[in-house]
């Protein structure tokens, strides 16, 4: 089992003392591909998979999910959350176990997810207190200093609902200075280059490492060397990444990755999980969008 970085009280406690200054975002690796965002008090999560939910339901099949990472922190021990993301339907980007427990320890958080896939996020969360926002490629979501809006994603097709809705999107985030681009989970696909061009200067992109391997018999990602090169396309300023190191079936080595980096000049960080990363902004960095686009609403269920 790979021990957590930090964990329980001693990560709470690293969450707690984070600075409020308004050019620092600080950063955490949760695990898979979550990551607990923080700037200026307001905490966003990505993706959060908290639970060992899919380690029970495939404990007795042939593709068992064998856990090789441990658990840094439960979900009802994370506080002042106001924003959650699911990029699609997977139980370890979408998991009940994880967000029913997180909407009682933060009430009315906003769940920021692909149009097709609400109706079993309602299914999954069984009643709880949150607010669900339809998000894709054309929605844009403003709250004061954030902006969130969704990007394509190939995983491992493009598929879209009768209204041209992606059930698999990555998201861009903006707080304050800083512009962020999580993937979801996705191969490579053109669209996404061209949607974080028009977003802005990317500061810190999350990227899947773990590849697209057939016989492990599930939907596959980037592996390291194109997260890199896909870092590198967007040009952002800093490459983490994920996906990786959780489930002994589906998993791979971020070497590749590393080396790629290096031998692109891309800057990167790898996270152990449950560790920090303190971005400073750039004074020179543009406030400004490429394109308007049409704002979204947040529905309650």
């Known amino acids: 089992m790979i021990a957590a970085f930090q964990k329980d009280d001693v990560l709470l406690a690293d969450i707690a003392a984070a600075s409020l200054d ?10 898979q591909s979550g990551f607990l965002v923080q700037w200026r008090g307001e905490r966003m999560l ?12 495939y404990a007795q099949t042939d593709k068992p999910h064998v856990r090789i990472s441990e658990l840094c922190i439960t979900p009802h021990h994370l506080t002042r959350i106001s924003r959650v993301t699911a990029s699609h339907v997977h139980t370890d980007h979408l998991d009940g176990e994880t967000l029913v427990p997180l909407a009682t320890a933060n009430p009315g958080f906003r769940l920021y997810l692909p149009h097709a896939i ?3 996020a309602l299914k999954r969360l069984e009643g709880s207190d949150v607010a669900l926002c339809a998000t894709s490629e054309h929605v ?25 809705n992606s059930h698999c999107i990555g998201f861009l985030v903006q707080c304050g200075p800083f512009r962020l681009y999580h993937s979801g989970d996705t191969l490579w696909h053109d ?9 802005g ?12 391997k057939p016989e492990r018999r599930v ?53 152990r999980i449950g560790e920090r990363l303190d971005f400073h902004a750039q004074d020179e960095l543009d406030d400004g969008f490429a394109e308007p686009i049409d704002d979204g609403e947040c529905d309650g269920d």
């Open 219 to 271: 939907a596959g990602n980037l592996d390291g060397p194109e997260a890199a090169r896909l870092a590198k396309e967007i040009s952002a300023q800093i490459v983490i990444p994920c996906h990786y190191d959780l489930f002994e079936f589906n998993t791979a080595s971020p070497d590749a990755f590393i080396a790629e980096c290096r031998r692109l000049h891309q800057p990167f960080h790898v996270l």
């Open 46 to 57: 990505f993706d959060p998979y908290l639970s060992d939910s899919l380690t029970k339901k």
């Open 201 to 212: 200067p990317i500061d810190i992109a999350f990227l899947p490492i773990n590849g697209n």
């Open 118 to 120: 609400c109706p079993e």
């Open 140 to 164: 844009q979501h403003s709250e004061g200093e954030w902006t969130i809006r969704g990007t394509v994603a190939k995983h491992n097709e493009v598929v879209r609902d009768a209204a041209g």
């Open 22 to 31: 308004e050019k620092t975002l600080h950063v955490w690796w949760l695990g």
């Open 191 to 199: 669209d996404i280059i061209a949607q974080c061009r028009a977003f």
